[in-house]
């Protein structure tokens, strides 16, 4: 996965330009933690309320404005630290000083009084943190902090609780500014013979890789300094001006995509938004709220295949163990004639007819452990069909809460003597189990399609009514299609496209046609002692899906 594109300094002077104007001054009313890395306070400003996050985790370390979050995490030492330390002060200063990204939050008694503590977010990637302090003697002292810094982690700078504040080192490289002229800027830029990105950002503070990418075109980042041309190197300063005008002025605007963002703008006569609105604030939080889901849905998508993966070794050989005893029951027969060719002697000794007899009880042994080795493998059987569906599940699993389902599974399937789970009342489908995916057939009738066990259980058993019909891709794991014909006759259109779903959600998605069993609901069984979502059937017909055919239905649901 591409690394996430960092709040540079420029965007910080962008966010704070939009709080200025908003939150200065503001009374802080409530501090609570949203995760591991990261602070959300509720400020009461002139016009309403307004949520700031500030985040310390080393690959997402930002600070912004954001929609009125759930409430949570209000217990963490953090949150109530800093709820102690700052709830009902005012909010009177915002400073960044030159091109660090560290912000400092000032907080007074009351408006137009000097700070008396002050909340700073560092932002340095994995040196990030965010310090409460207040004052002590001259200086200033840490009273809580996101995360202590051993002197083992930084002989540099460690910082703990009750220690004296002291800013991170200074920035290598010199300041941007305007008033330097051309040859000078040409100058330090081309000094050591490095490509051109990795040259303005060791001449310069501030110059992060994304900044980097929109003051010039990306072929010329890699093109070594002393290869440039002048048109490029006028071109480059053209850019160059026209930013640090945007920056000096607070000329800035939200241009964002999937990919990326730029918060400042080249034209000379841009207005910044009216106060409460805050488009560079309200990007960023959906740039960064997109970006970490999706990492958290990778990491946990990761984490539950490995866990399949891994059961599914475990149990491929427990059932290979149970094979190889099963397979070794002919050779009672070749026991039984050992013993029988013993006591065929003439005269045996006692030796003869105590092996006859151990090889009499080991023959029988072997015949009566035909039963129980074939209930285990029945039952190894079911365990394996079932991590199977689950991988296919996993693959094509879409969302959070697909993962979240799947991830109960397992839990239960780990711990199955564990506590129960709560069971969503009849047609809600919102219990634990989660929201099938439901569509309309051409004919008008609602389809139902299970993302994890038991989903397909409840699809299947809970709310099937008689007349229902219930597809499955045949001798393939993947997910339950049931068709709700009970509210009316279905018709070709709507057997195909239940038949087109089922083939699409199986691990035959990758065919062109795969073979579909259609049962009526009524004809399904639970197996006894087997997991959610596990069917037994009488009867039924075959259909043929193609997964392709059931794309055009997916792309029609609603949203």
């Avoid at 704070?16 to 009461?44: V, Y």
Wanted: contains cysteine; hydrophobic residues 40%; proline residues 7%.
């Amino acid at each position: 996965m591409a690394s996430l594109q960092a709040q540079d300094v420029t965007s910080l002077k962008a966010v704070l330009a939009e709080w200025r104007r908003l939150l200065l001054p503001s009374r802080l009313e409530k501090a609570q933690q949203a995760g591991p890395g990261t602070i959300q306070l509720g400020l009461r400003h002139l016009q309403g309320m307004q949520w700031l996050e500030l985040s310390w985790q080393a690959e997402a370390a930002r600070v912004h404005a954001i929609a009125p979050p759930p409430r949570q995490g209000e217990g963490s030492t953090l949150a109530q630290q800093l709820q102690h330390g700052l709830g009902g002060l005012a909010l009177v200063s915002l400073q960044q000083v030159g091109w660090e990204r560290v912000l400092e939050l000032g907080f007074a008694r009351r408006p137009g009084e000097a700070p008396q503590r002050w909340l700073v977010a560092e932002l340095m990637g994995r040196h990030s943190n965010l310090l409460l302090l207040e004052p002590d003697g001259d200086g200033r002292q840490v009273v809580a902090l996101g995360r202590q810094v051993k002197t083992a982690q930084s002989r540099l700078r460690p910082i703990g609780t009750g220690d004296p504040y002291q800013p991170p080192p200074p920035l290598d490289g010199a300041p941007p500014s305007r008033a330097e002229s051309f040859e000078r800027w040409r100058q330090r830029v081309a000094l050591l013979p490095l490509p051109l990105e990795q040259a303005l950002r060791s001449a310069y503070q501030g110059i992060s890789p994304a900044l980097a990418r929109q003051l010039a075109p990306p072929q010329w980042l890699q093109q070594p300094v002393t290869e440039l041309q002048s048109h490029q190197w006028e071109l480059l300063w053209q850019r160059w001006q026209l930013w640090l005008a945007a920056v000096e002025a607070e000329r800035f605007c939200w241009q964002g995509d999937a990919e990326g963002y730029r918060c400042w703008s080249a034209e000379p006569h841009a207005q910044p938004p009216a106060s409460a609105a805050m488009p560079i604030n309200r990007g960023l939080a959906a740039f960064y709220g997109r970006a970490l889901a999706q990492q958290s849905l990778s990491q946990q998508r990761r984490q539950l295949q490995q866990q399949l993966e891994r059961l599914l070794r475990r149990e491929q050989q427990q059932a290979g163990s149970q094979q190889a005893l099963l397979d070794a029951v002919p050779e009672s027969d070749a026991l039984q004639l050992q013993a029988d060719a013993l006591l065929s002697q003439f005269q045996p000794s006692r030796s003869c007819i105590d092996t006859a007899q151990k090889l009499y009880r080991q023959a029988r042994r072997r015949r009566r452990s035909v039963a129980a080795i074939q209930e285990r493998l029945a039952w190894h059987g079911q365990r394996l069909a079932w991590l199977e569906a689950s991988l296919t599940y996993l693959d094509q699993a879409e969302d959070l809460e697909a993962l979240q389902g799947l991830g109960r599974d397992l839990e239960e399937h780990l711990h199955p003597g564990g506590r129960p789970a709560r069971q969503s009342r009849r047609g809600s489908g919102q219990g634990r189990e989660g929201q099938p995916l439901e569509l309309i057939s051409p004919g008008g009738l609602t389809l139902q399609v299970g993302r994890n066990h038991r989903q397909n259980e409840w699809i299947a058993f809970r709310q099937a009514r008689r007349g229902d019909l219930w597809f499955h891709a045949q001798e393939l794991p993947g997910s339950h299609v049931v068709l709700r014909s009970s509210a009316a006759a279905a018709g070709e259109d709507d057997l195909q496209a239940a038949a087109d779903l089922a083939a699409h959600f199986s691990r035959g998605r990758g065919n062109r046609r795969v073979p579909v069993l259609m049962v009526p609901t009524a004809e399904l069984q639970r197996i006894p002692g087997a997991a959610p979502g596990t069917v037994r059937h009488r009867g039924g017909s075959l259909l043929w899906g193609e997964p392709e055919r059931a794309l055009s239905l997916l792309a029609a649901r609603q949203p």
